[in-house]
């Protein structure tokens, strides 16, 4: 699945409400001591985390499961309704989803 930060604009093509998980990876560099982080947004479940996390060790990424939540897509509108708890975890999503998709708007909600 790959490192890029948010779920593939393909994905959100209709109108519908999806789980999501918020992860954060870490990639070793070579012939350095230290990893570049970074924060990733994927479509399902923390049972689809496991093949995600399987996938991501493969490729030597550690990947740490931040949180969890539910997204509703109005495509016709580019607007999504974040469903999450409250904390740290829902202000991430709400960023990588704005830096990746500035021309929606975003909302969240306690859920």
Same mark, same amino acid.
């Given at each position: 699945?790959? =490192?890029? +930060?948010?779920?593939?604009?393909?994905?959100? $093509?209709?109108?519908?409400?999806?789980?999501? @998980? *918020?992860? !954060?990876?870490? =990639?070793k560099q070579k012939d350095v001591d230290f990893c570049l982080e970074k =924060?990733? @947004?994927?479509? #399902? $479940?923390? #049972?689809?985390?496991?093949?995600?996390?399987?996938? %991501? &060790?493969?490729?030597?990424? +550690?990947?740490?499961?931040?949180?969890? #939540?539910?997204?509703?897509? $109005?495509?016709? &509108?580019?607007?999504? @309704?974040?469903?999450?708890?409250?904390?740290?975890?829902? !202000?991430? $999503?709400?960023? =990588?989803?704005? &830096?990746? *998709?500035? +021309?929606?708007? *975003?909302? %969240?909600?306690?859920?």
């Amino acid at each position: 699945m790959g =490192v890029q +930060d948010s779920i593939p604009p393909c994905l959100l $093509t209709k109108e519908s409400k999806q789980p999501f @998980l *918020l992860v !954060k990876l870490r =990639v070793k560099q070579k012939d350095v001591d230290f990893c570049l982080e970074k =924060v990733v @947004l994927r479509l #399902g $479940t923390e #049972g689809d985390f496991k093949g995600y996390a399987h996938e %991501w &060790e493969s490729e030597d990424i +550690d990947c740490h499961l931040m949180g969890e #939540g539910h997204i509703v897509h $109005t495509p016709g &509108e580019k607007k999504i @309704l974040i469903l999450s708890r409250q904390g740290d975890s829902h !202000k991430v $999503t709400f960023k =990588v989803l704005m &830096e990746t *998709l500035p +021309d929606y708007h *975003l909302q %969240w909600m306690d859920g």
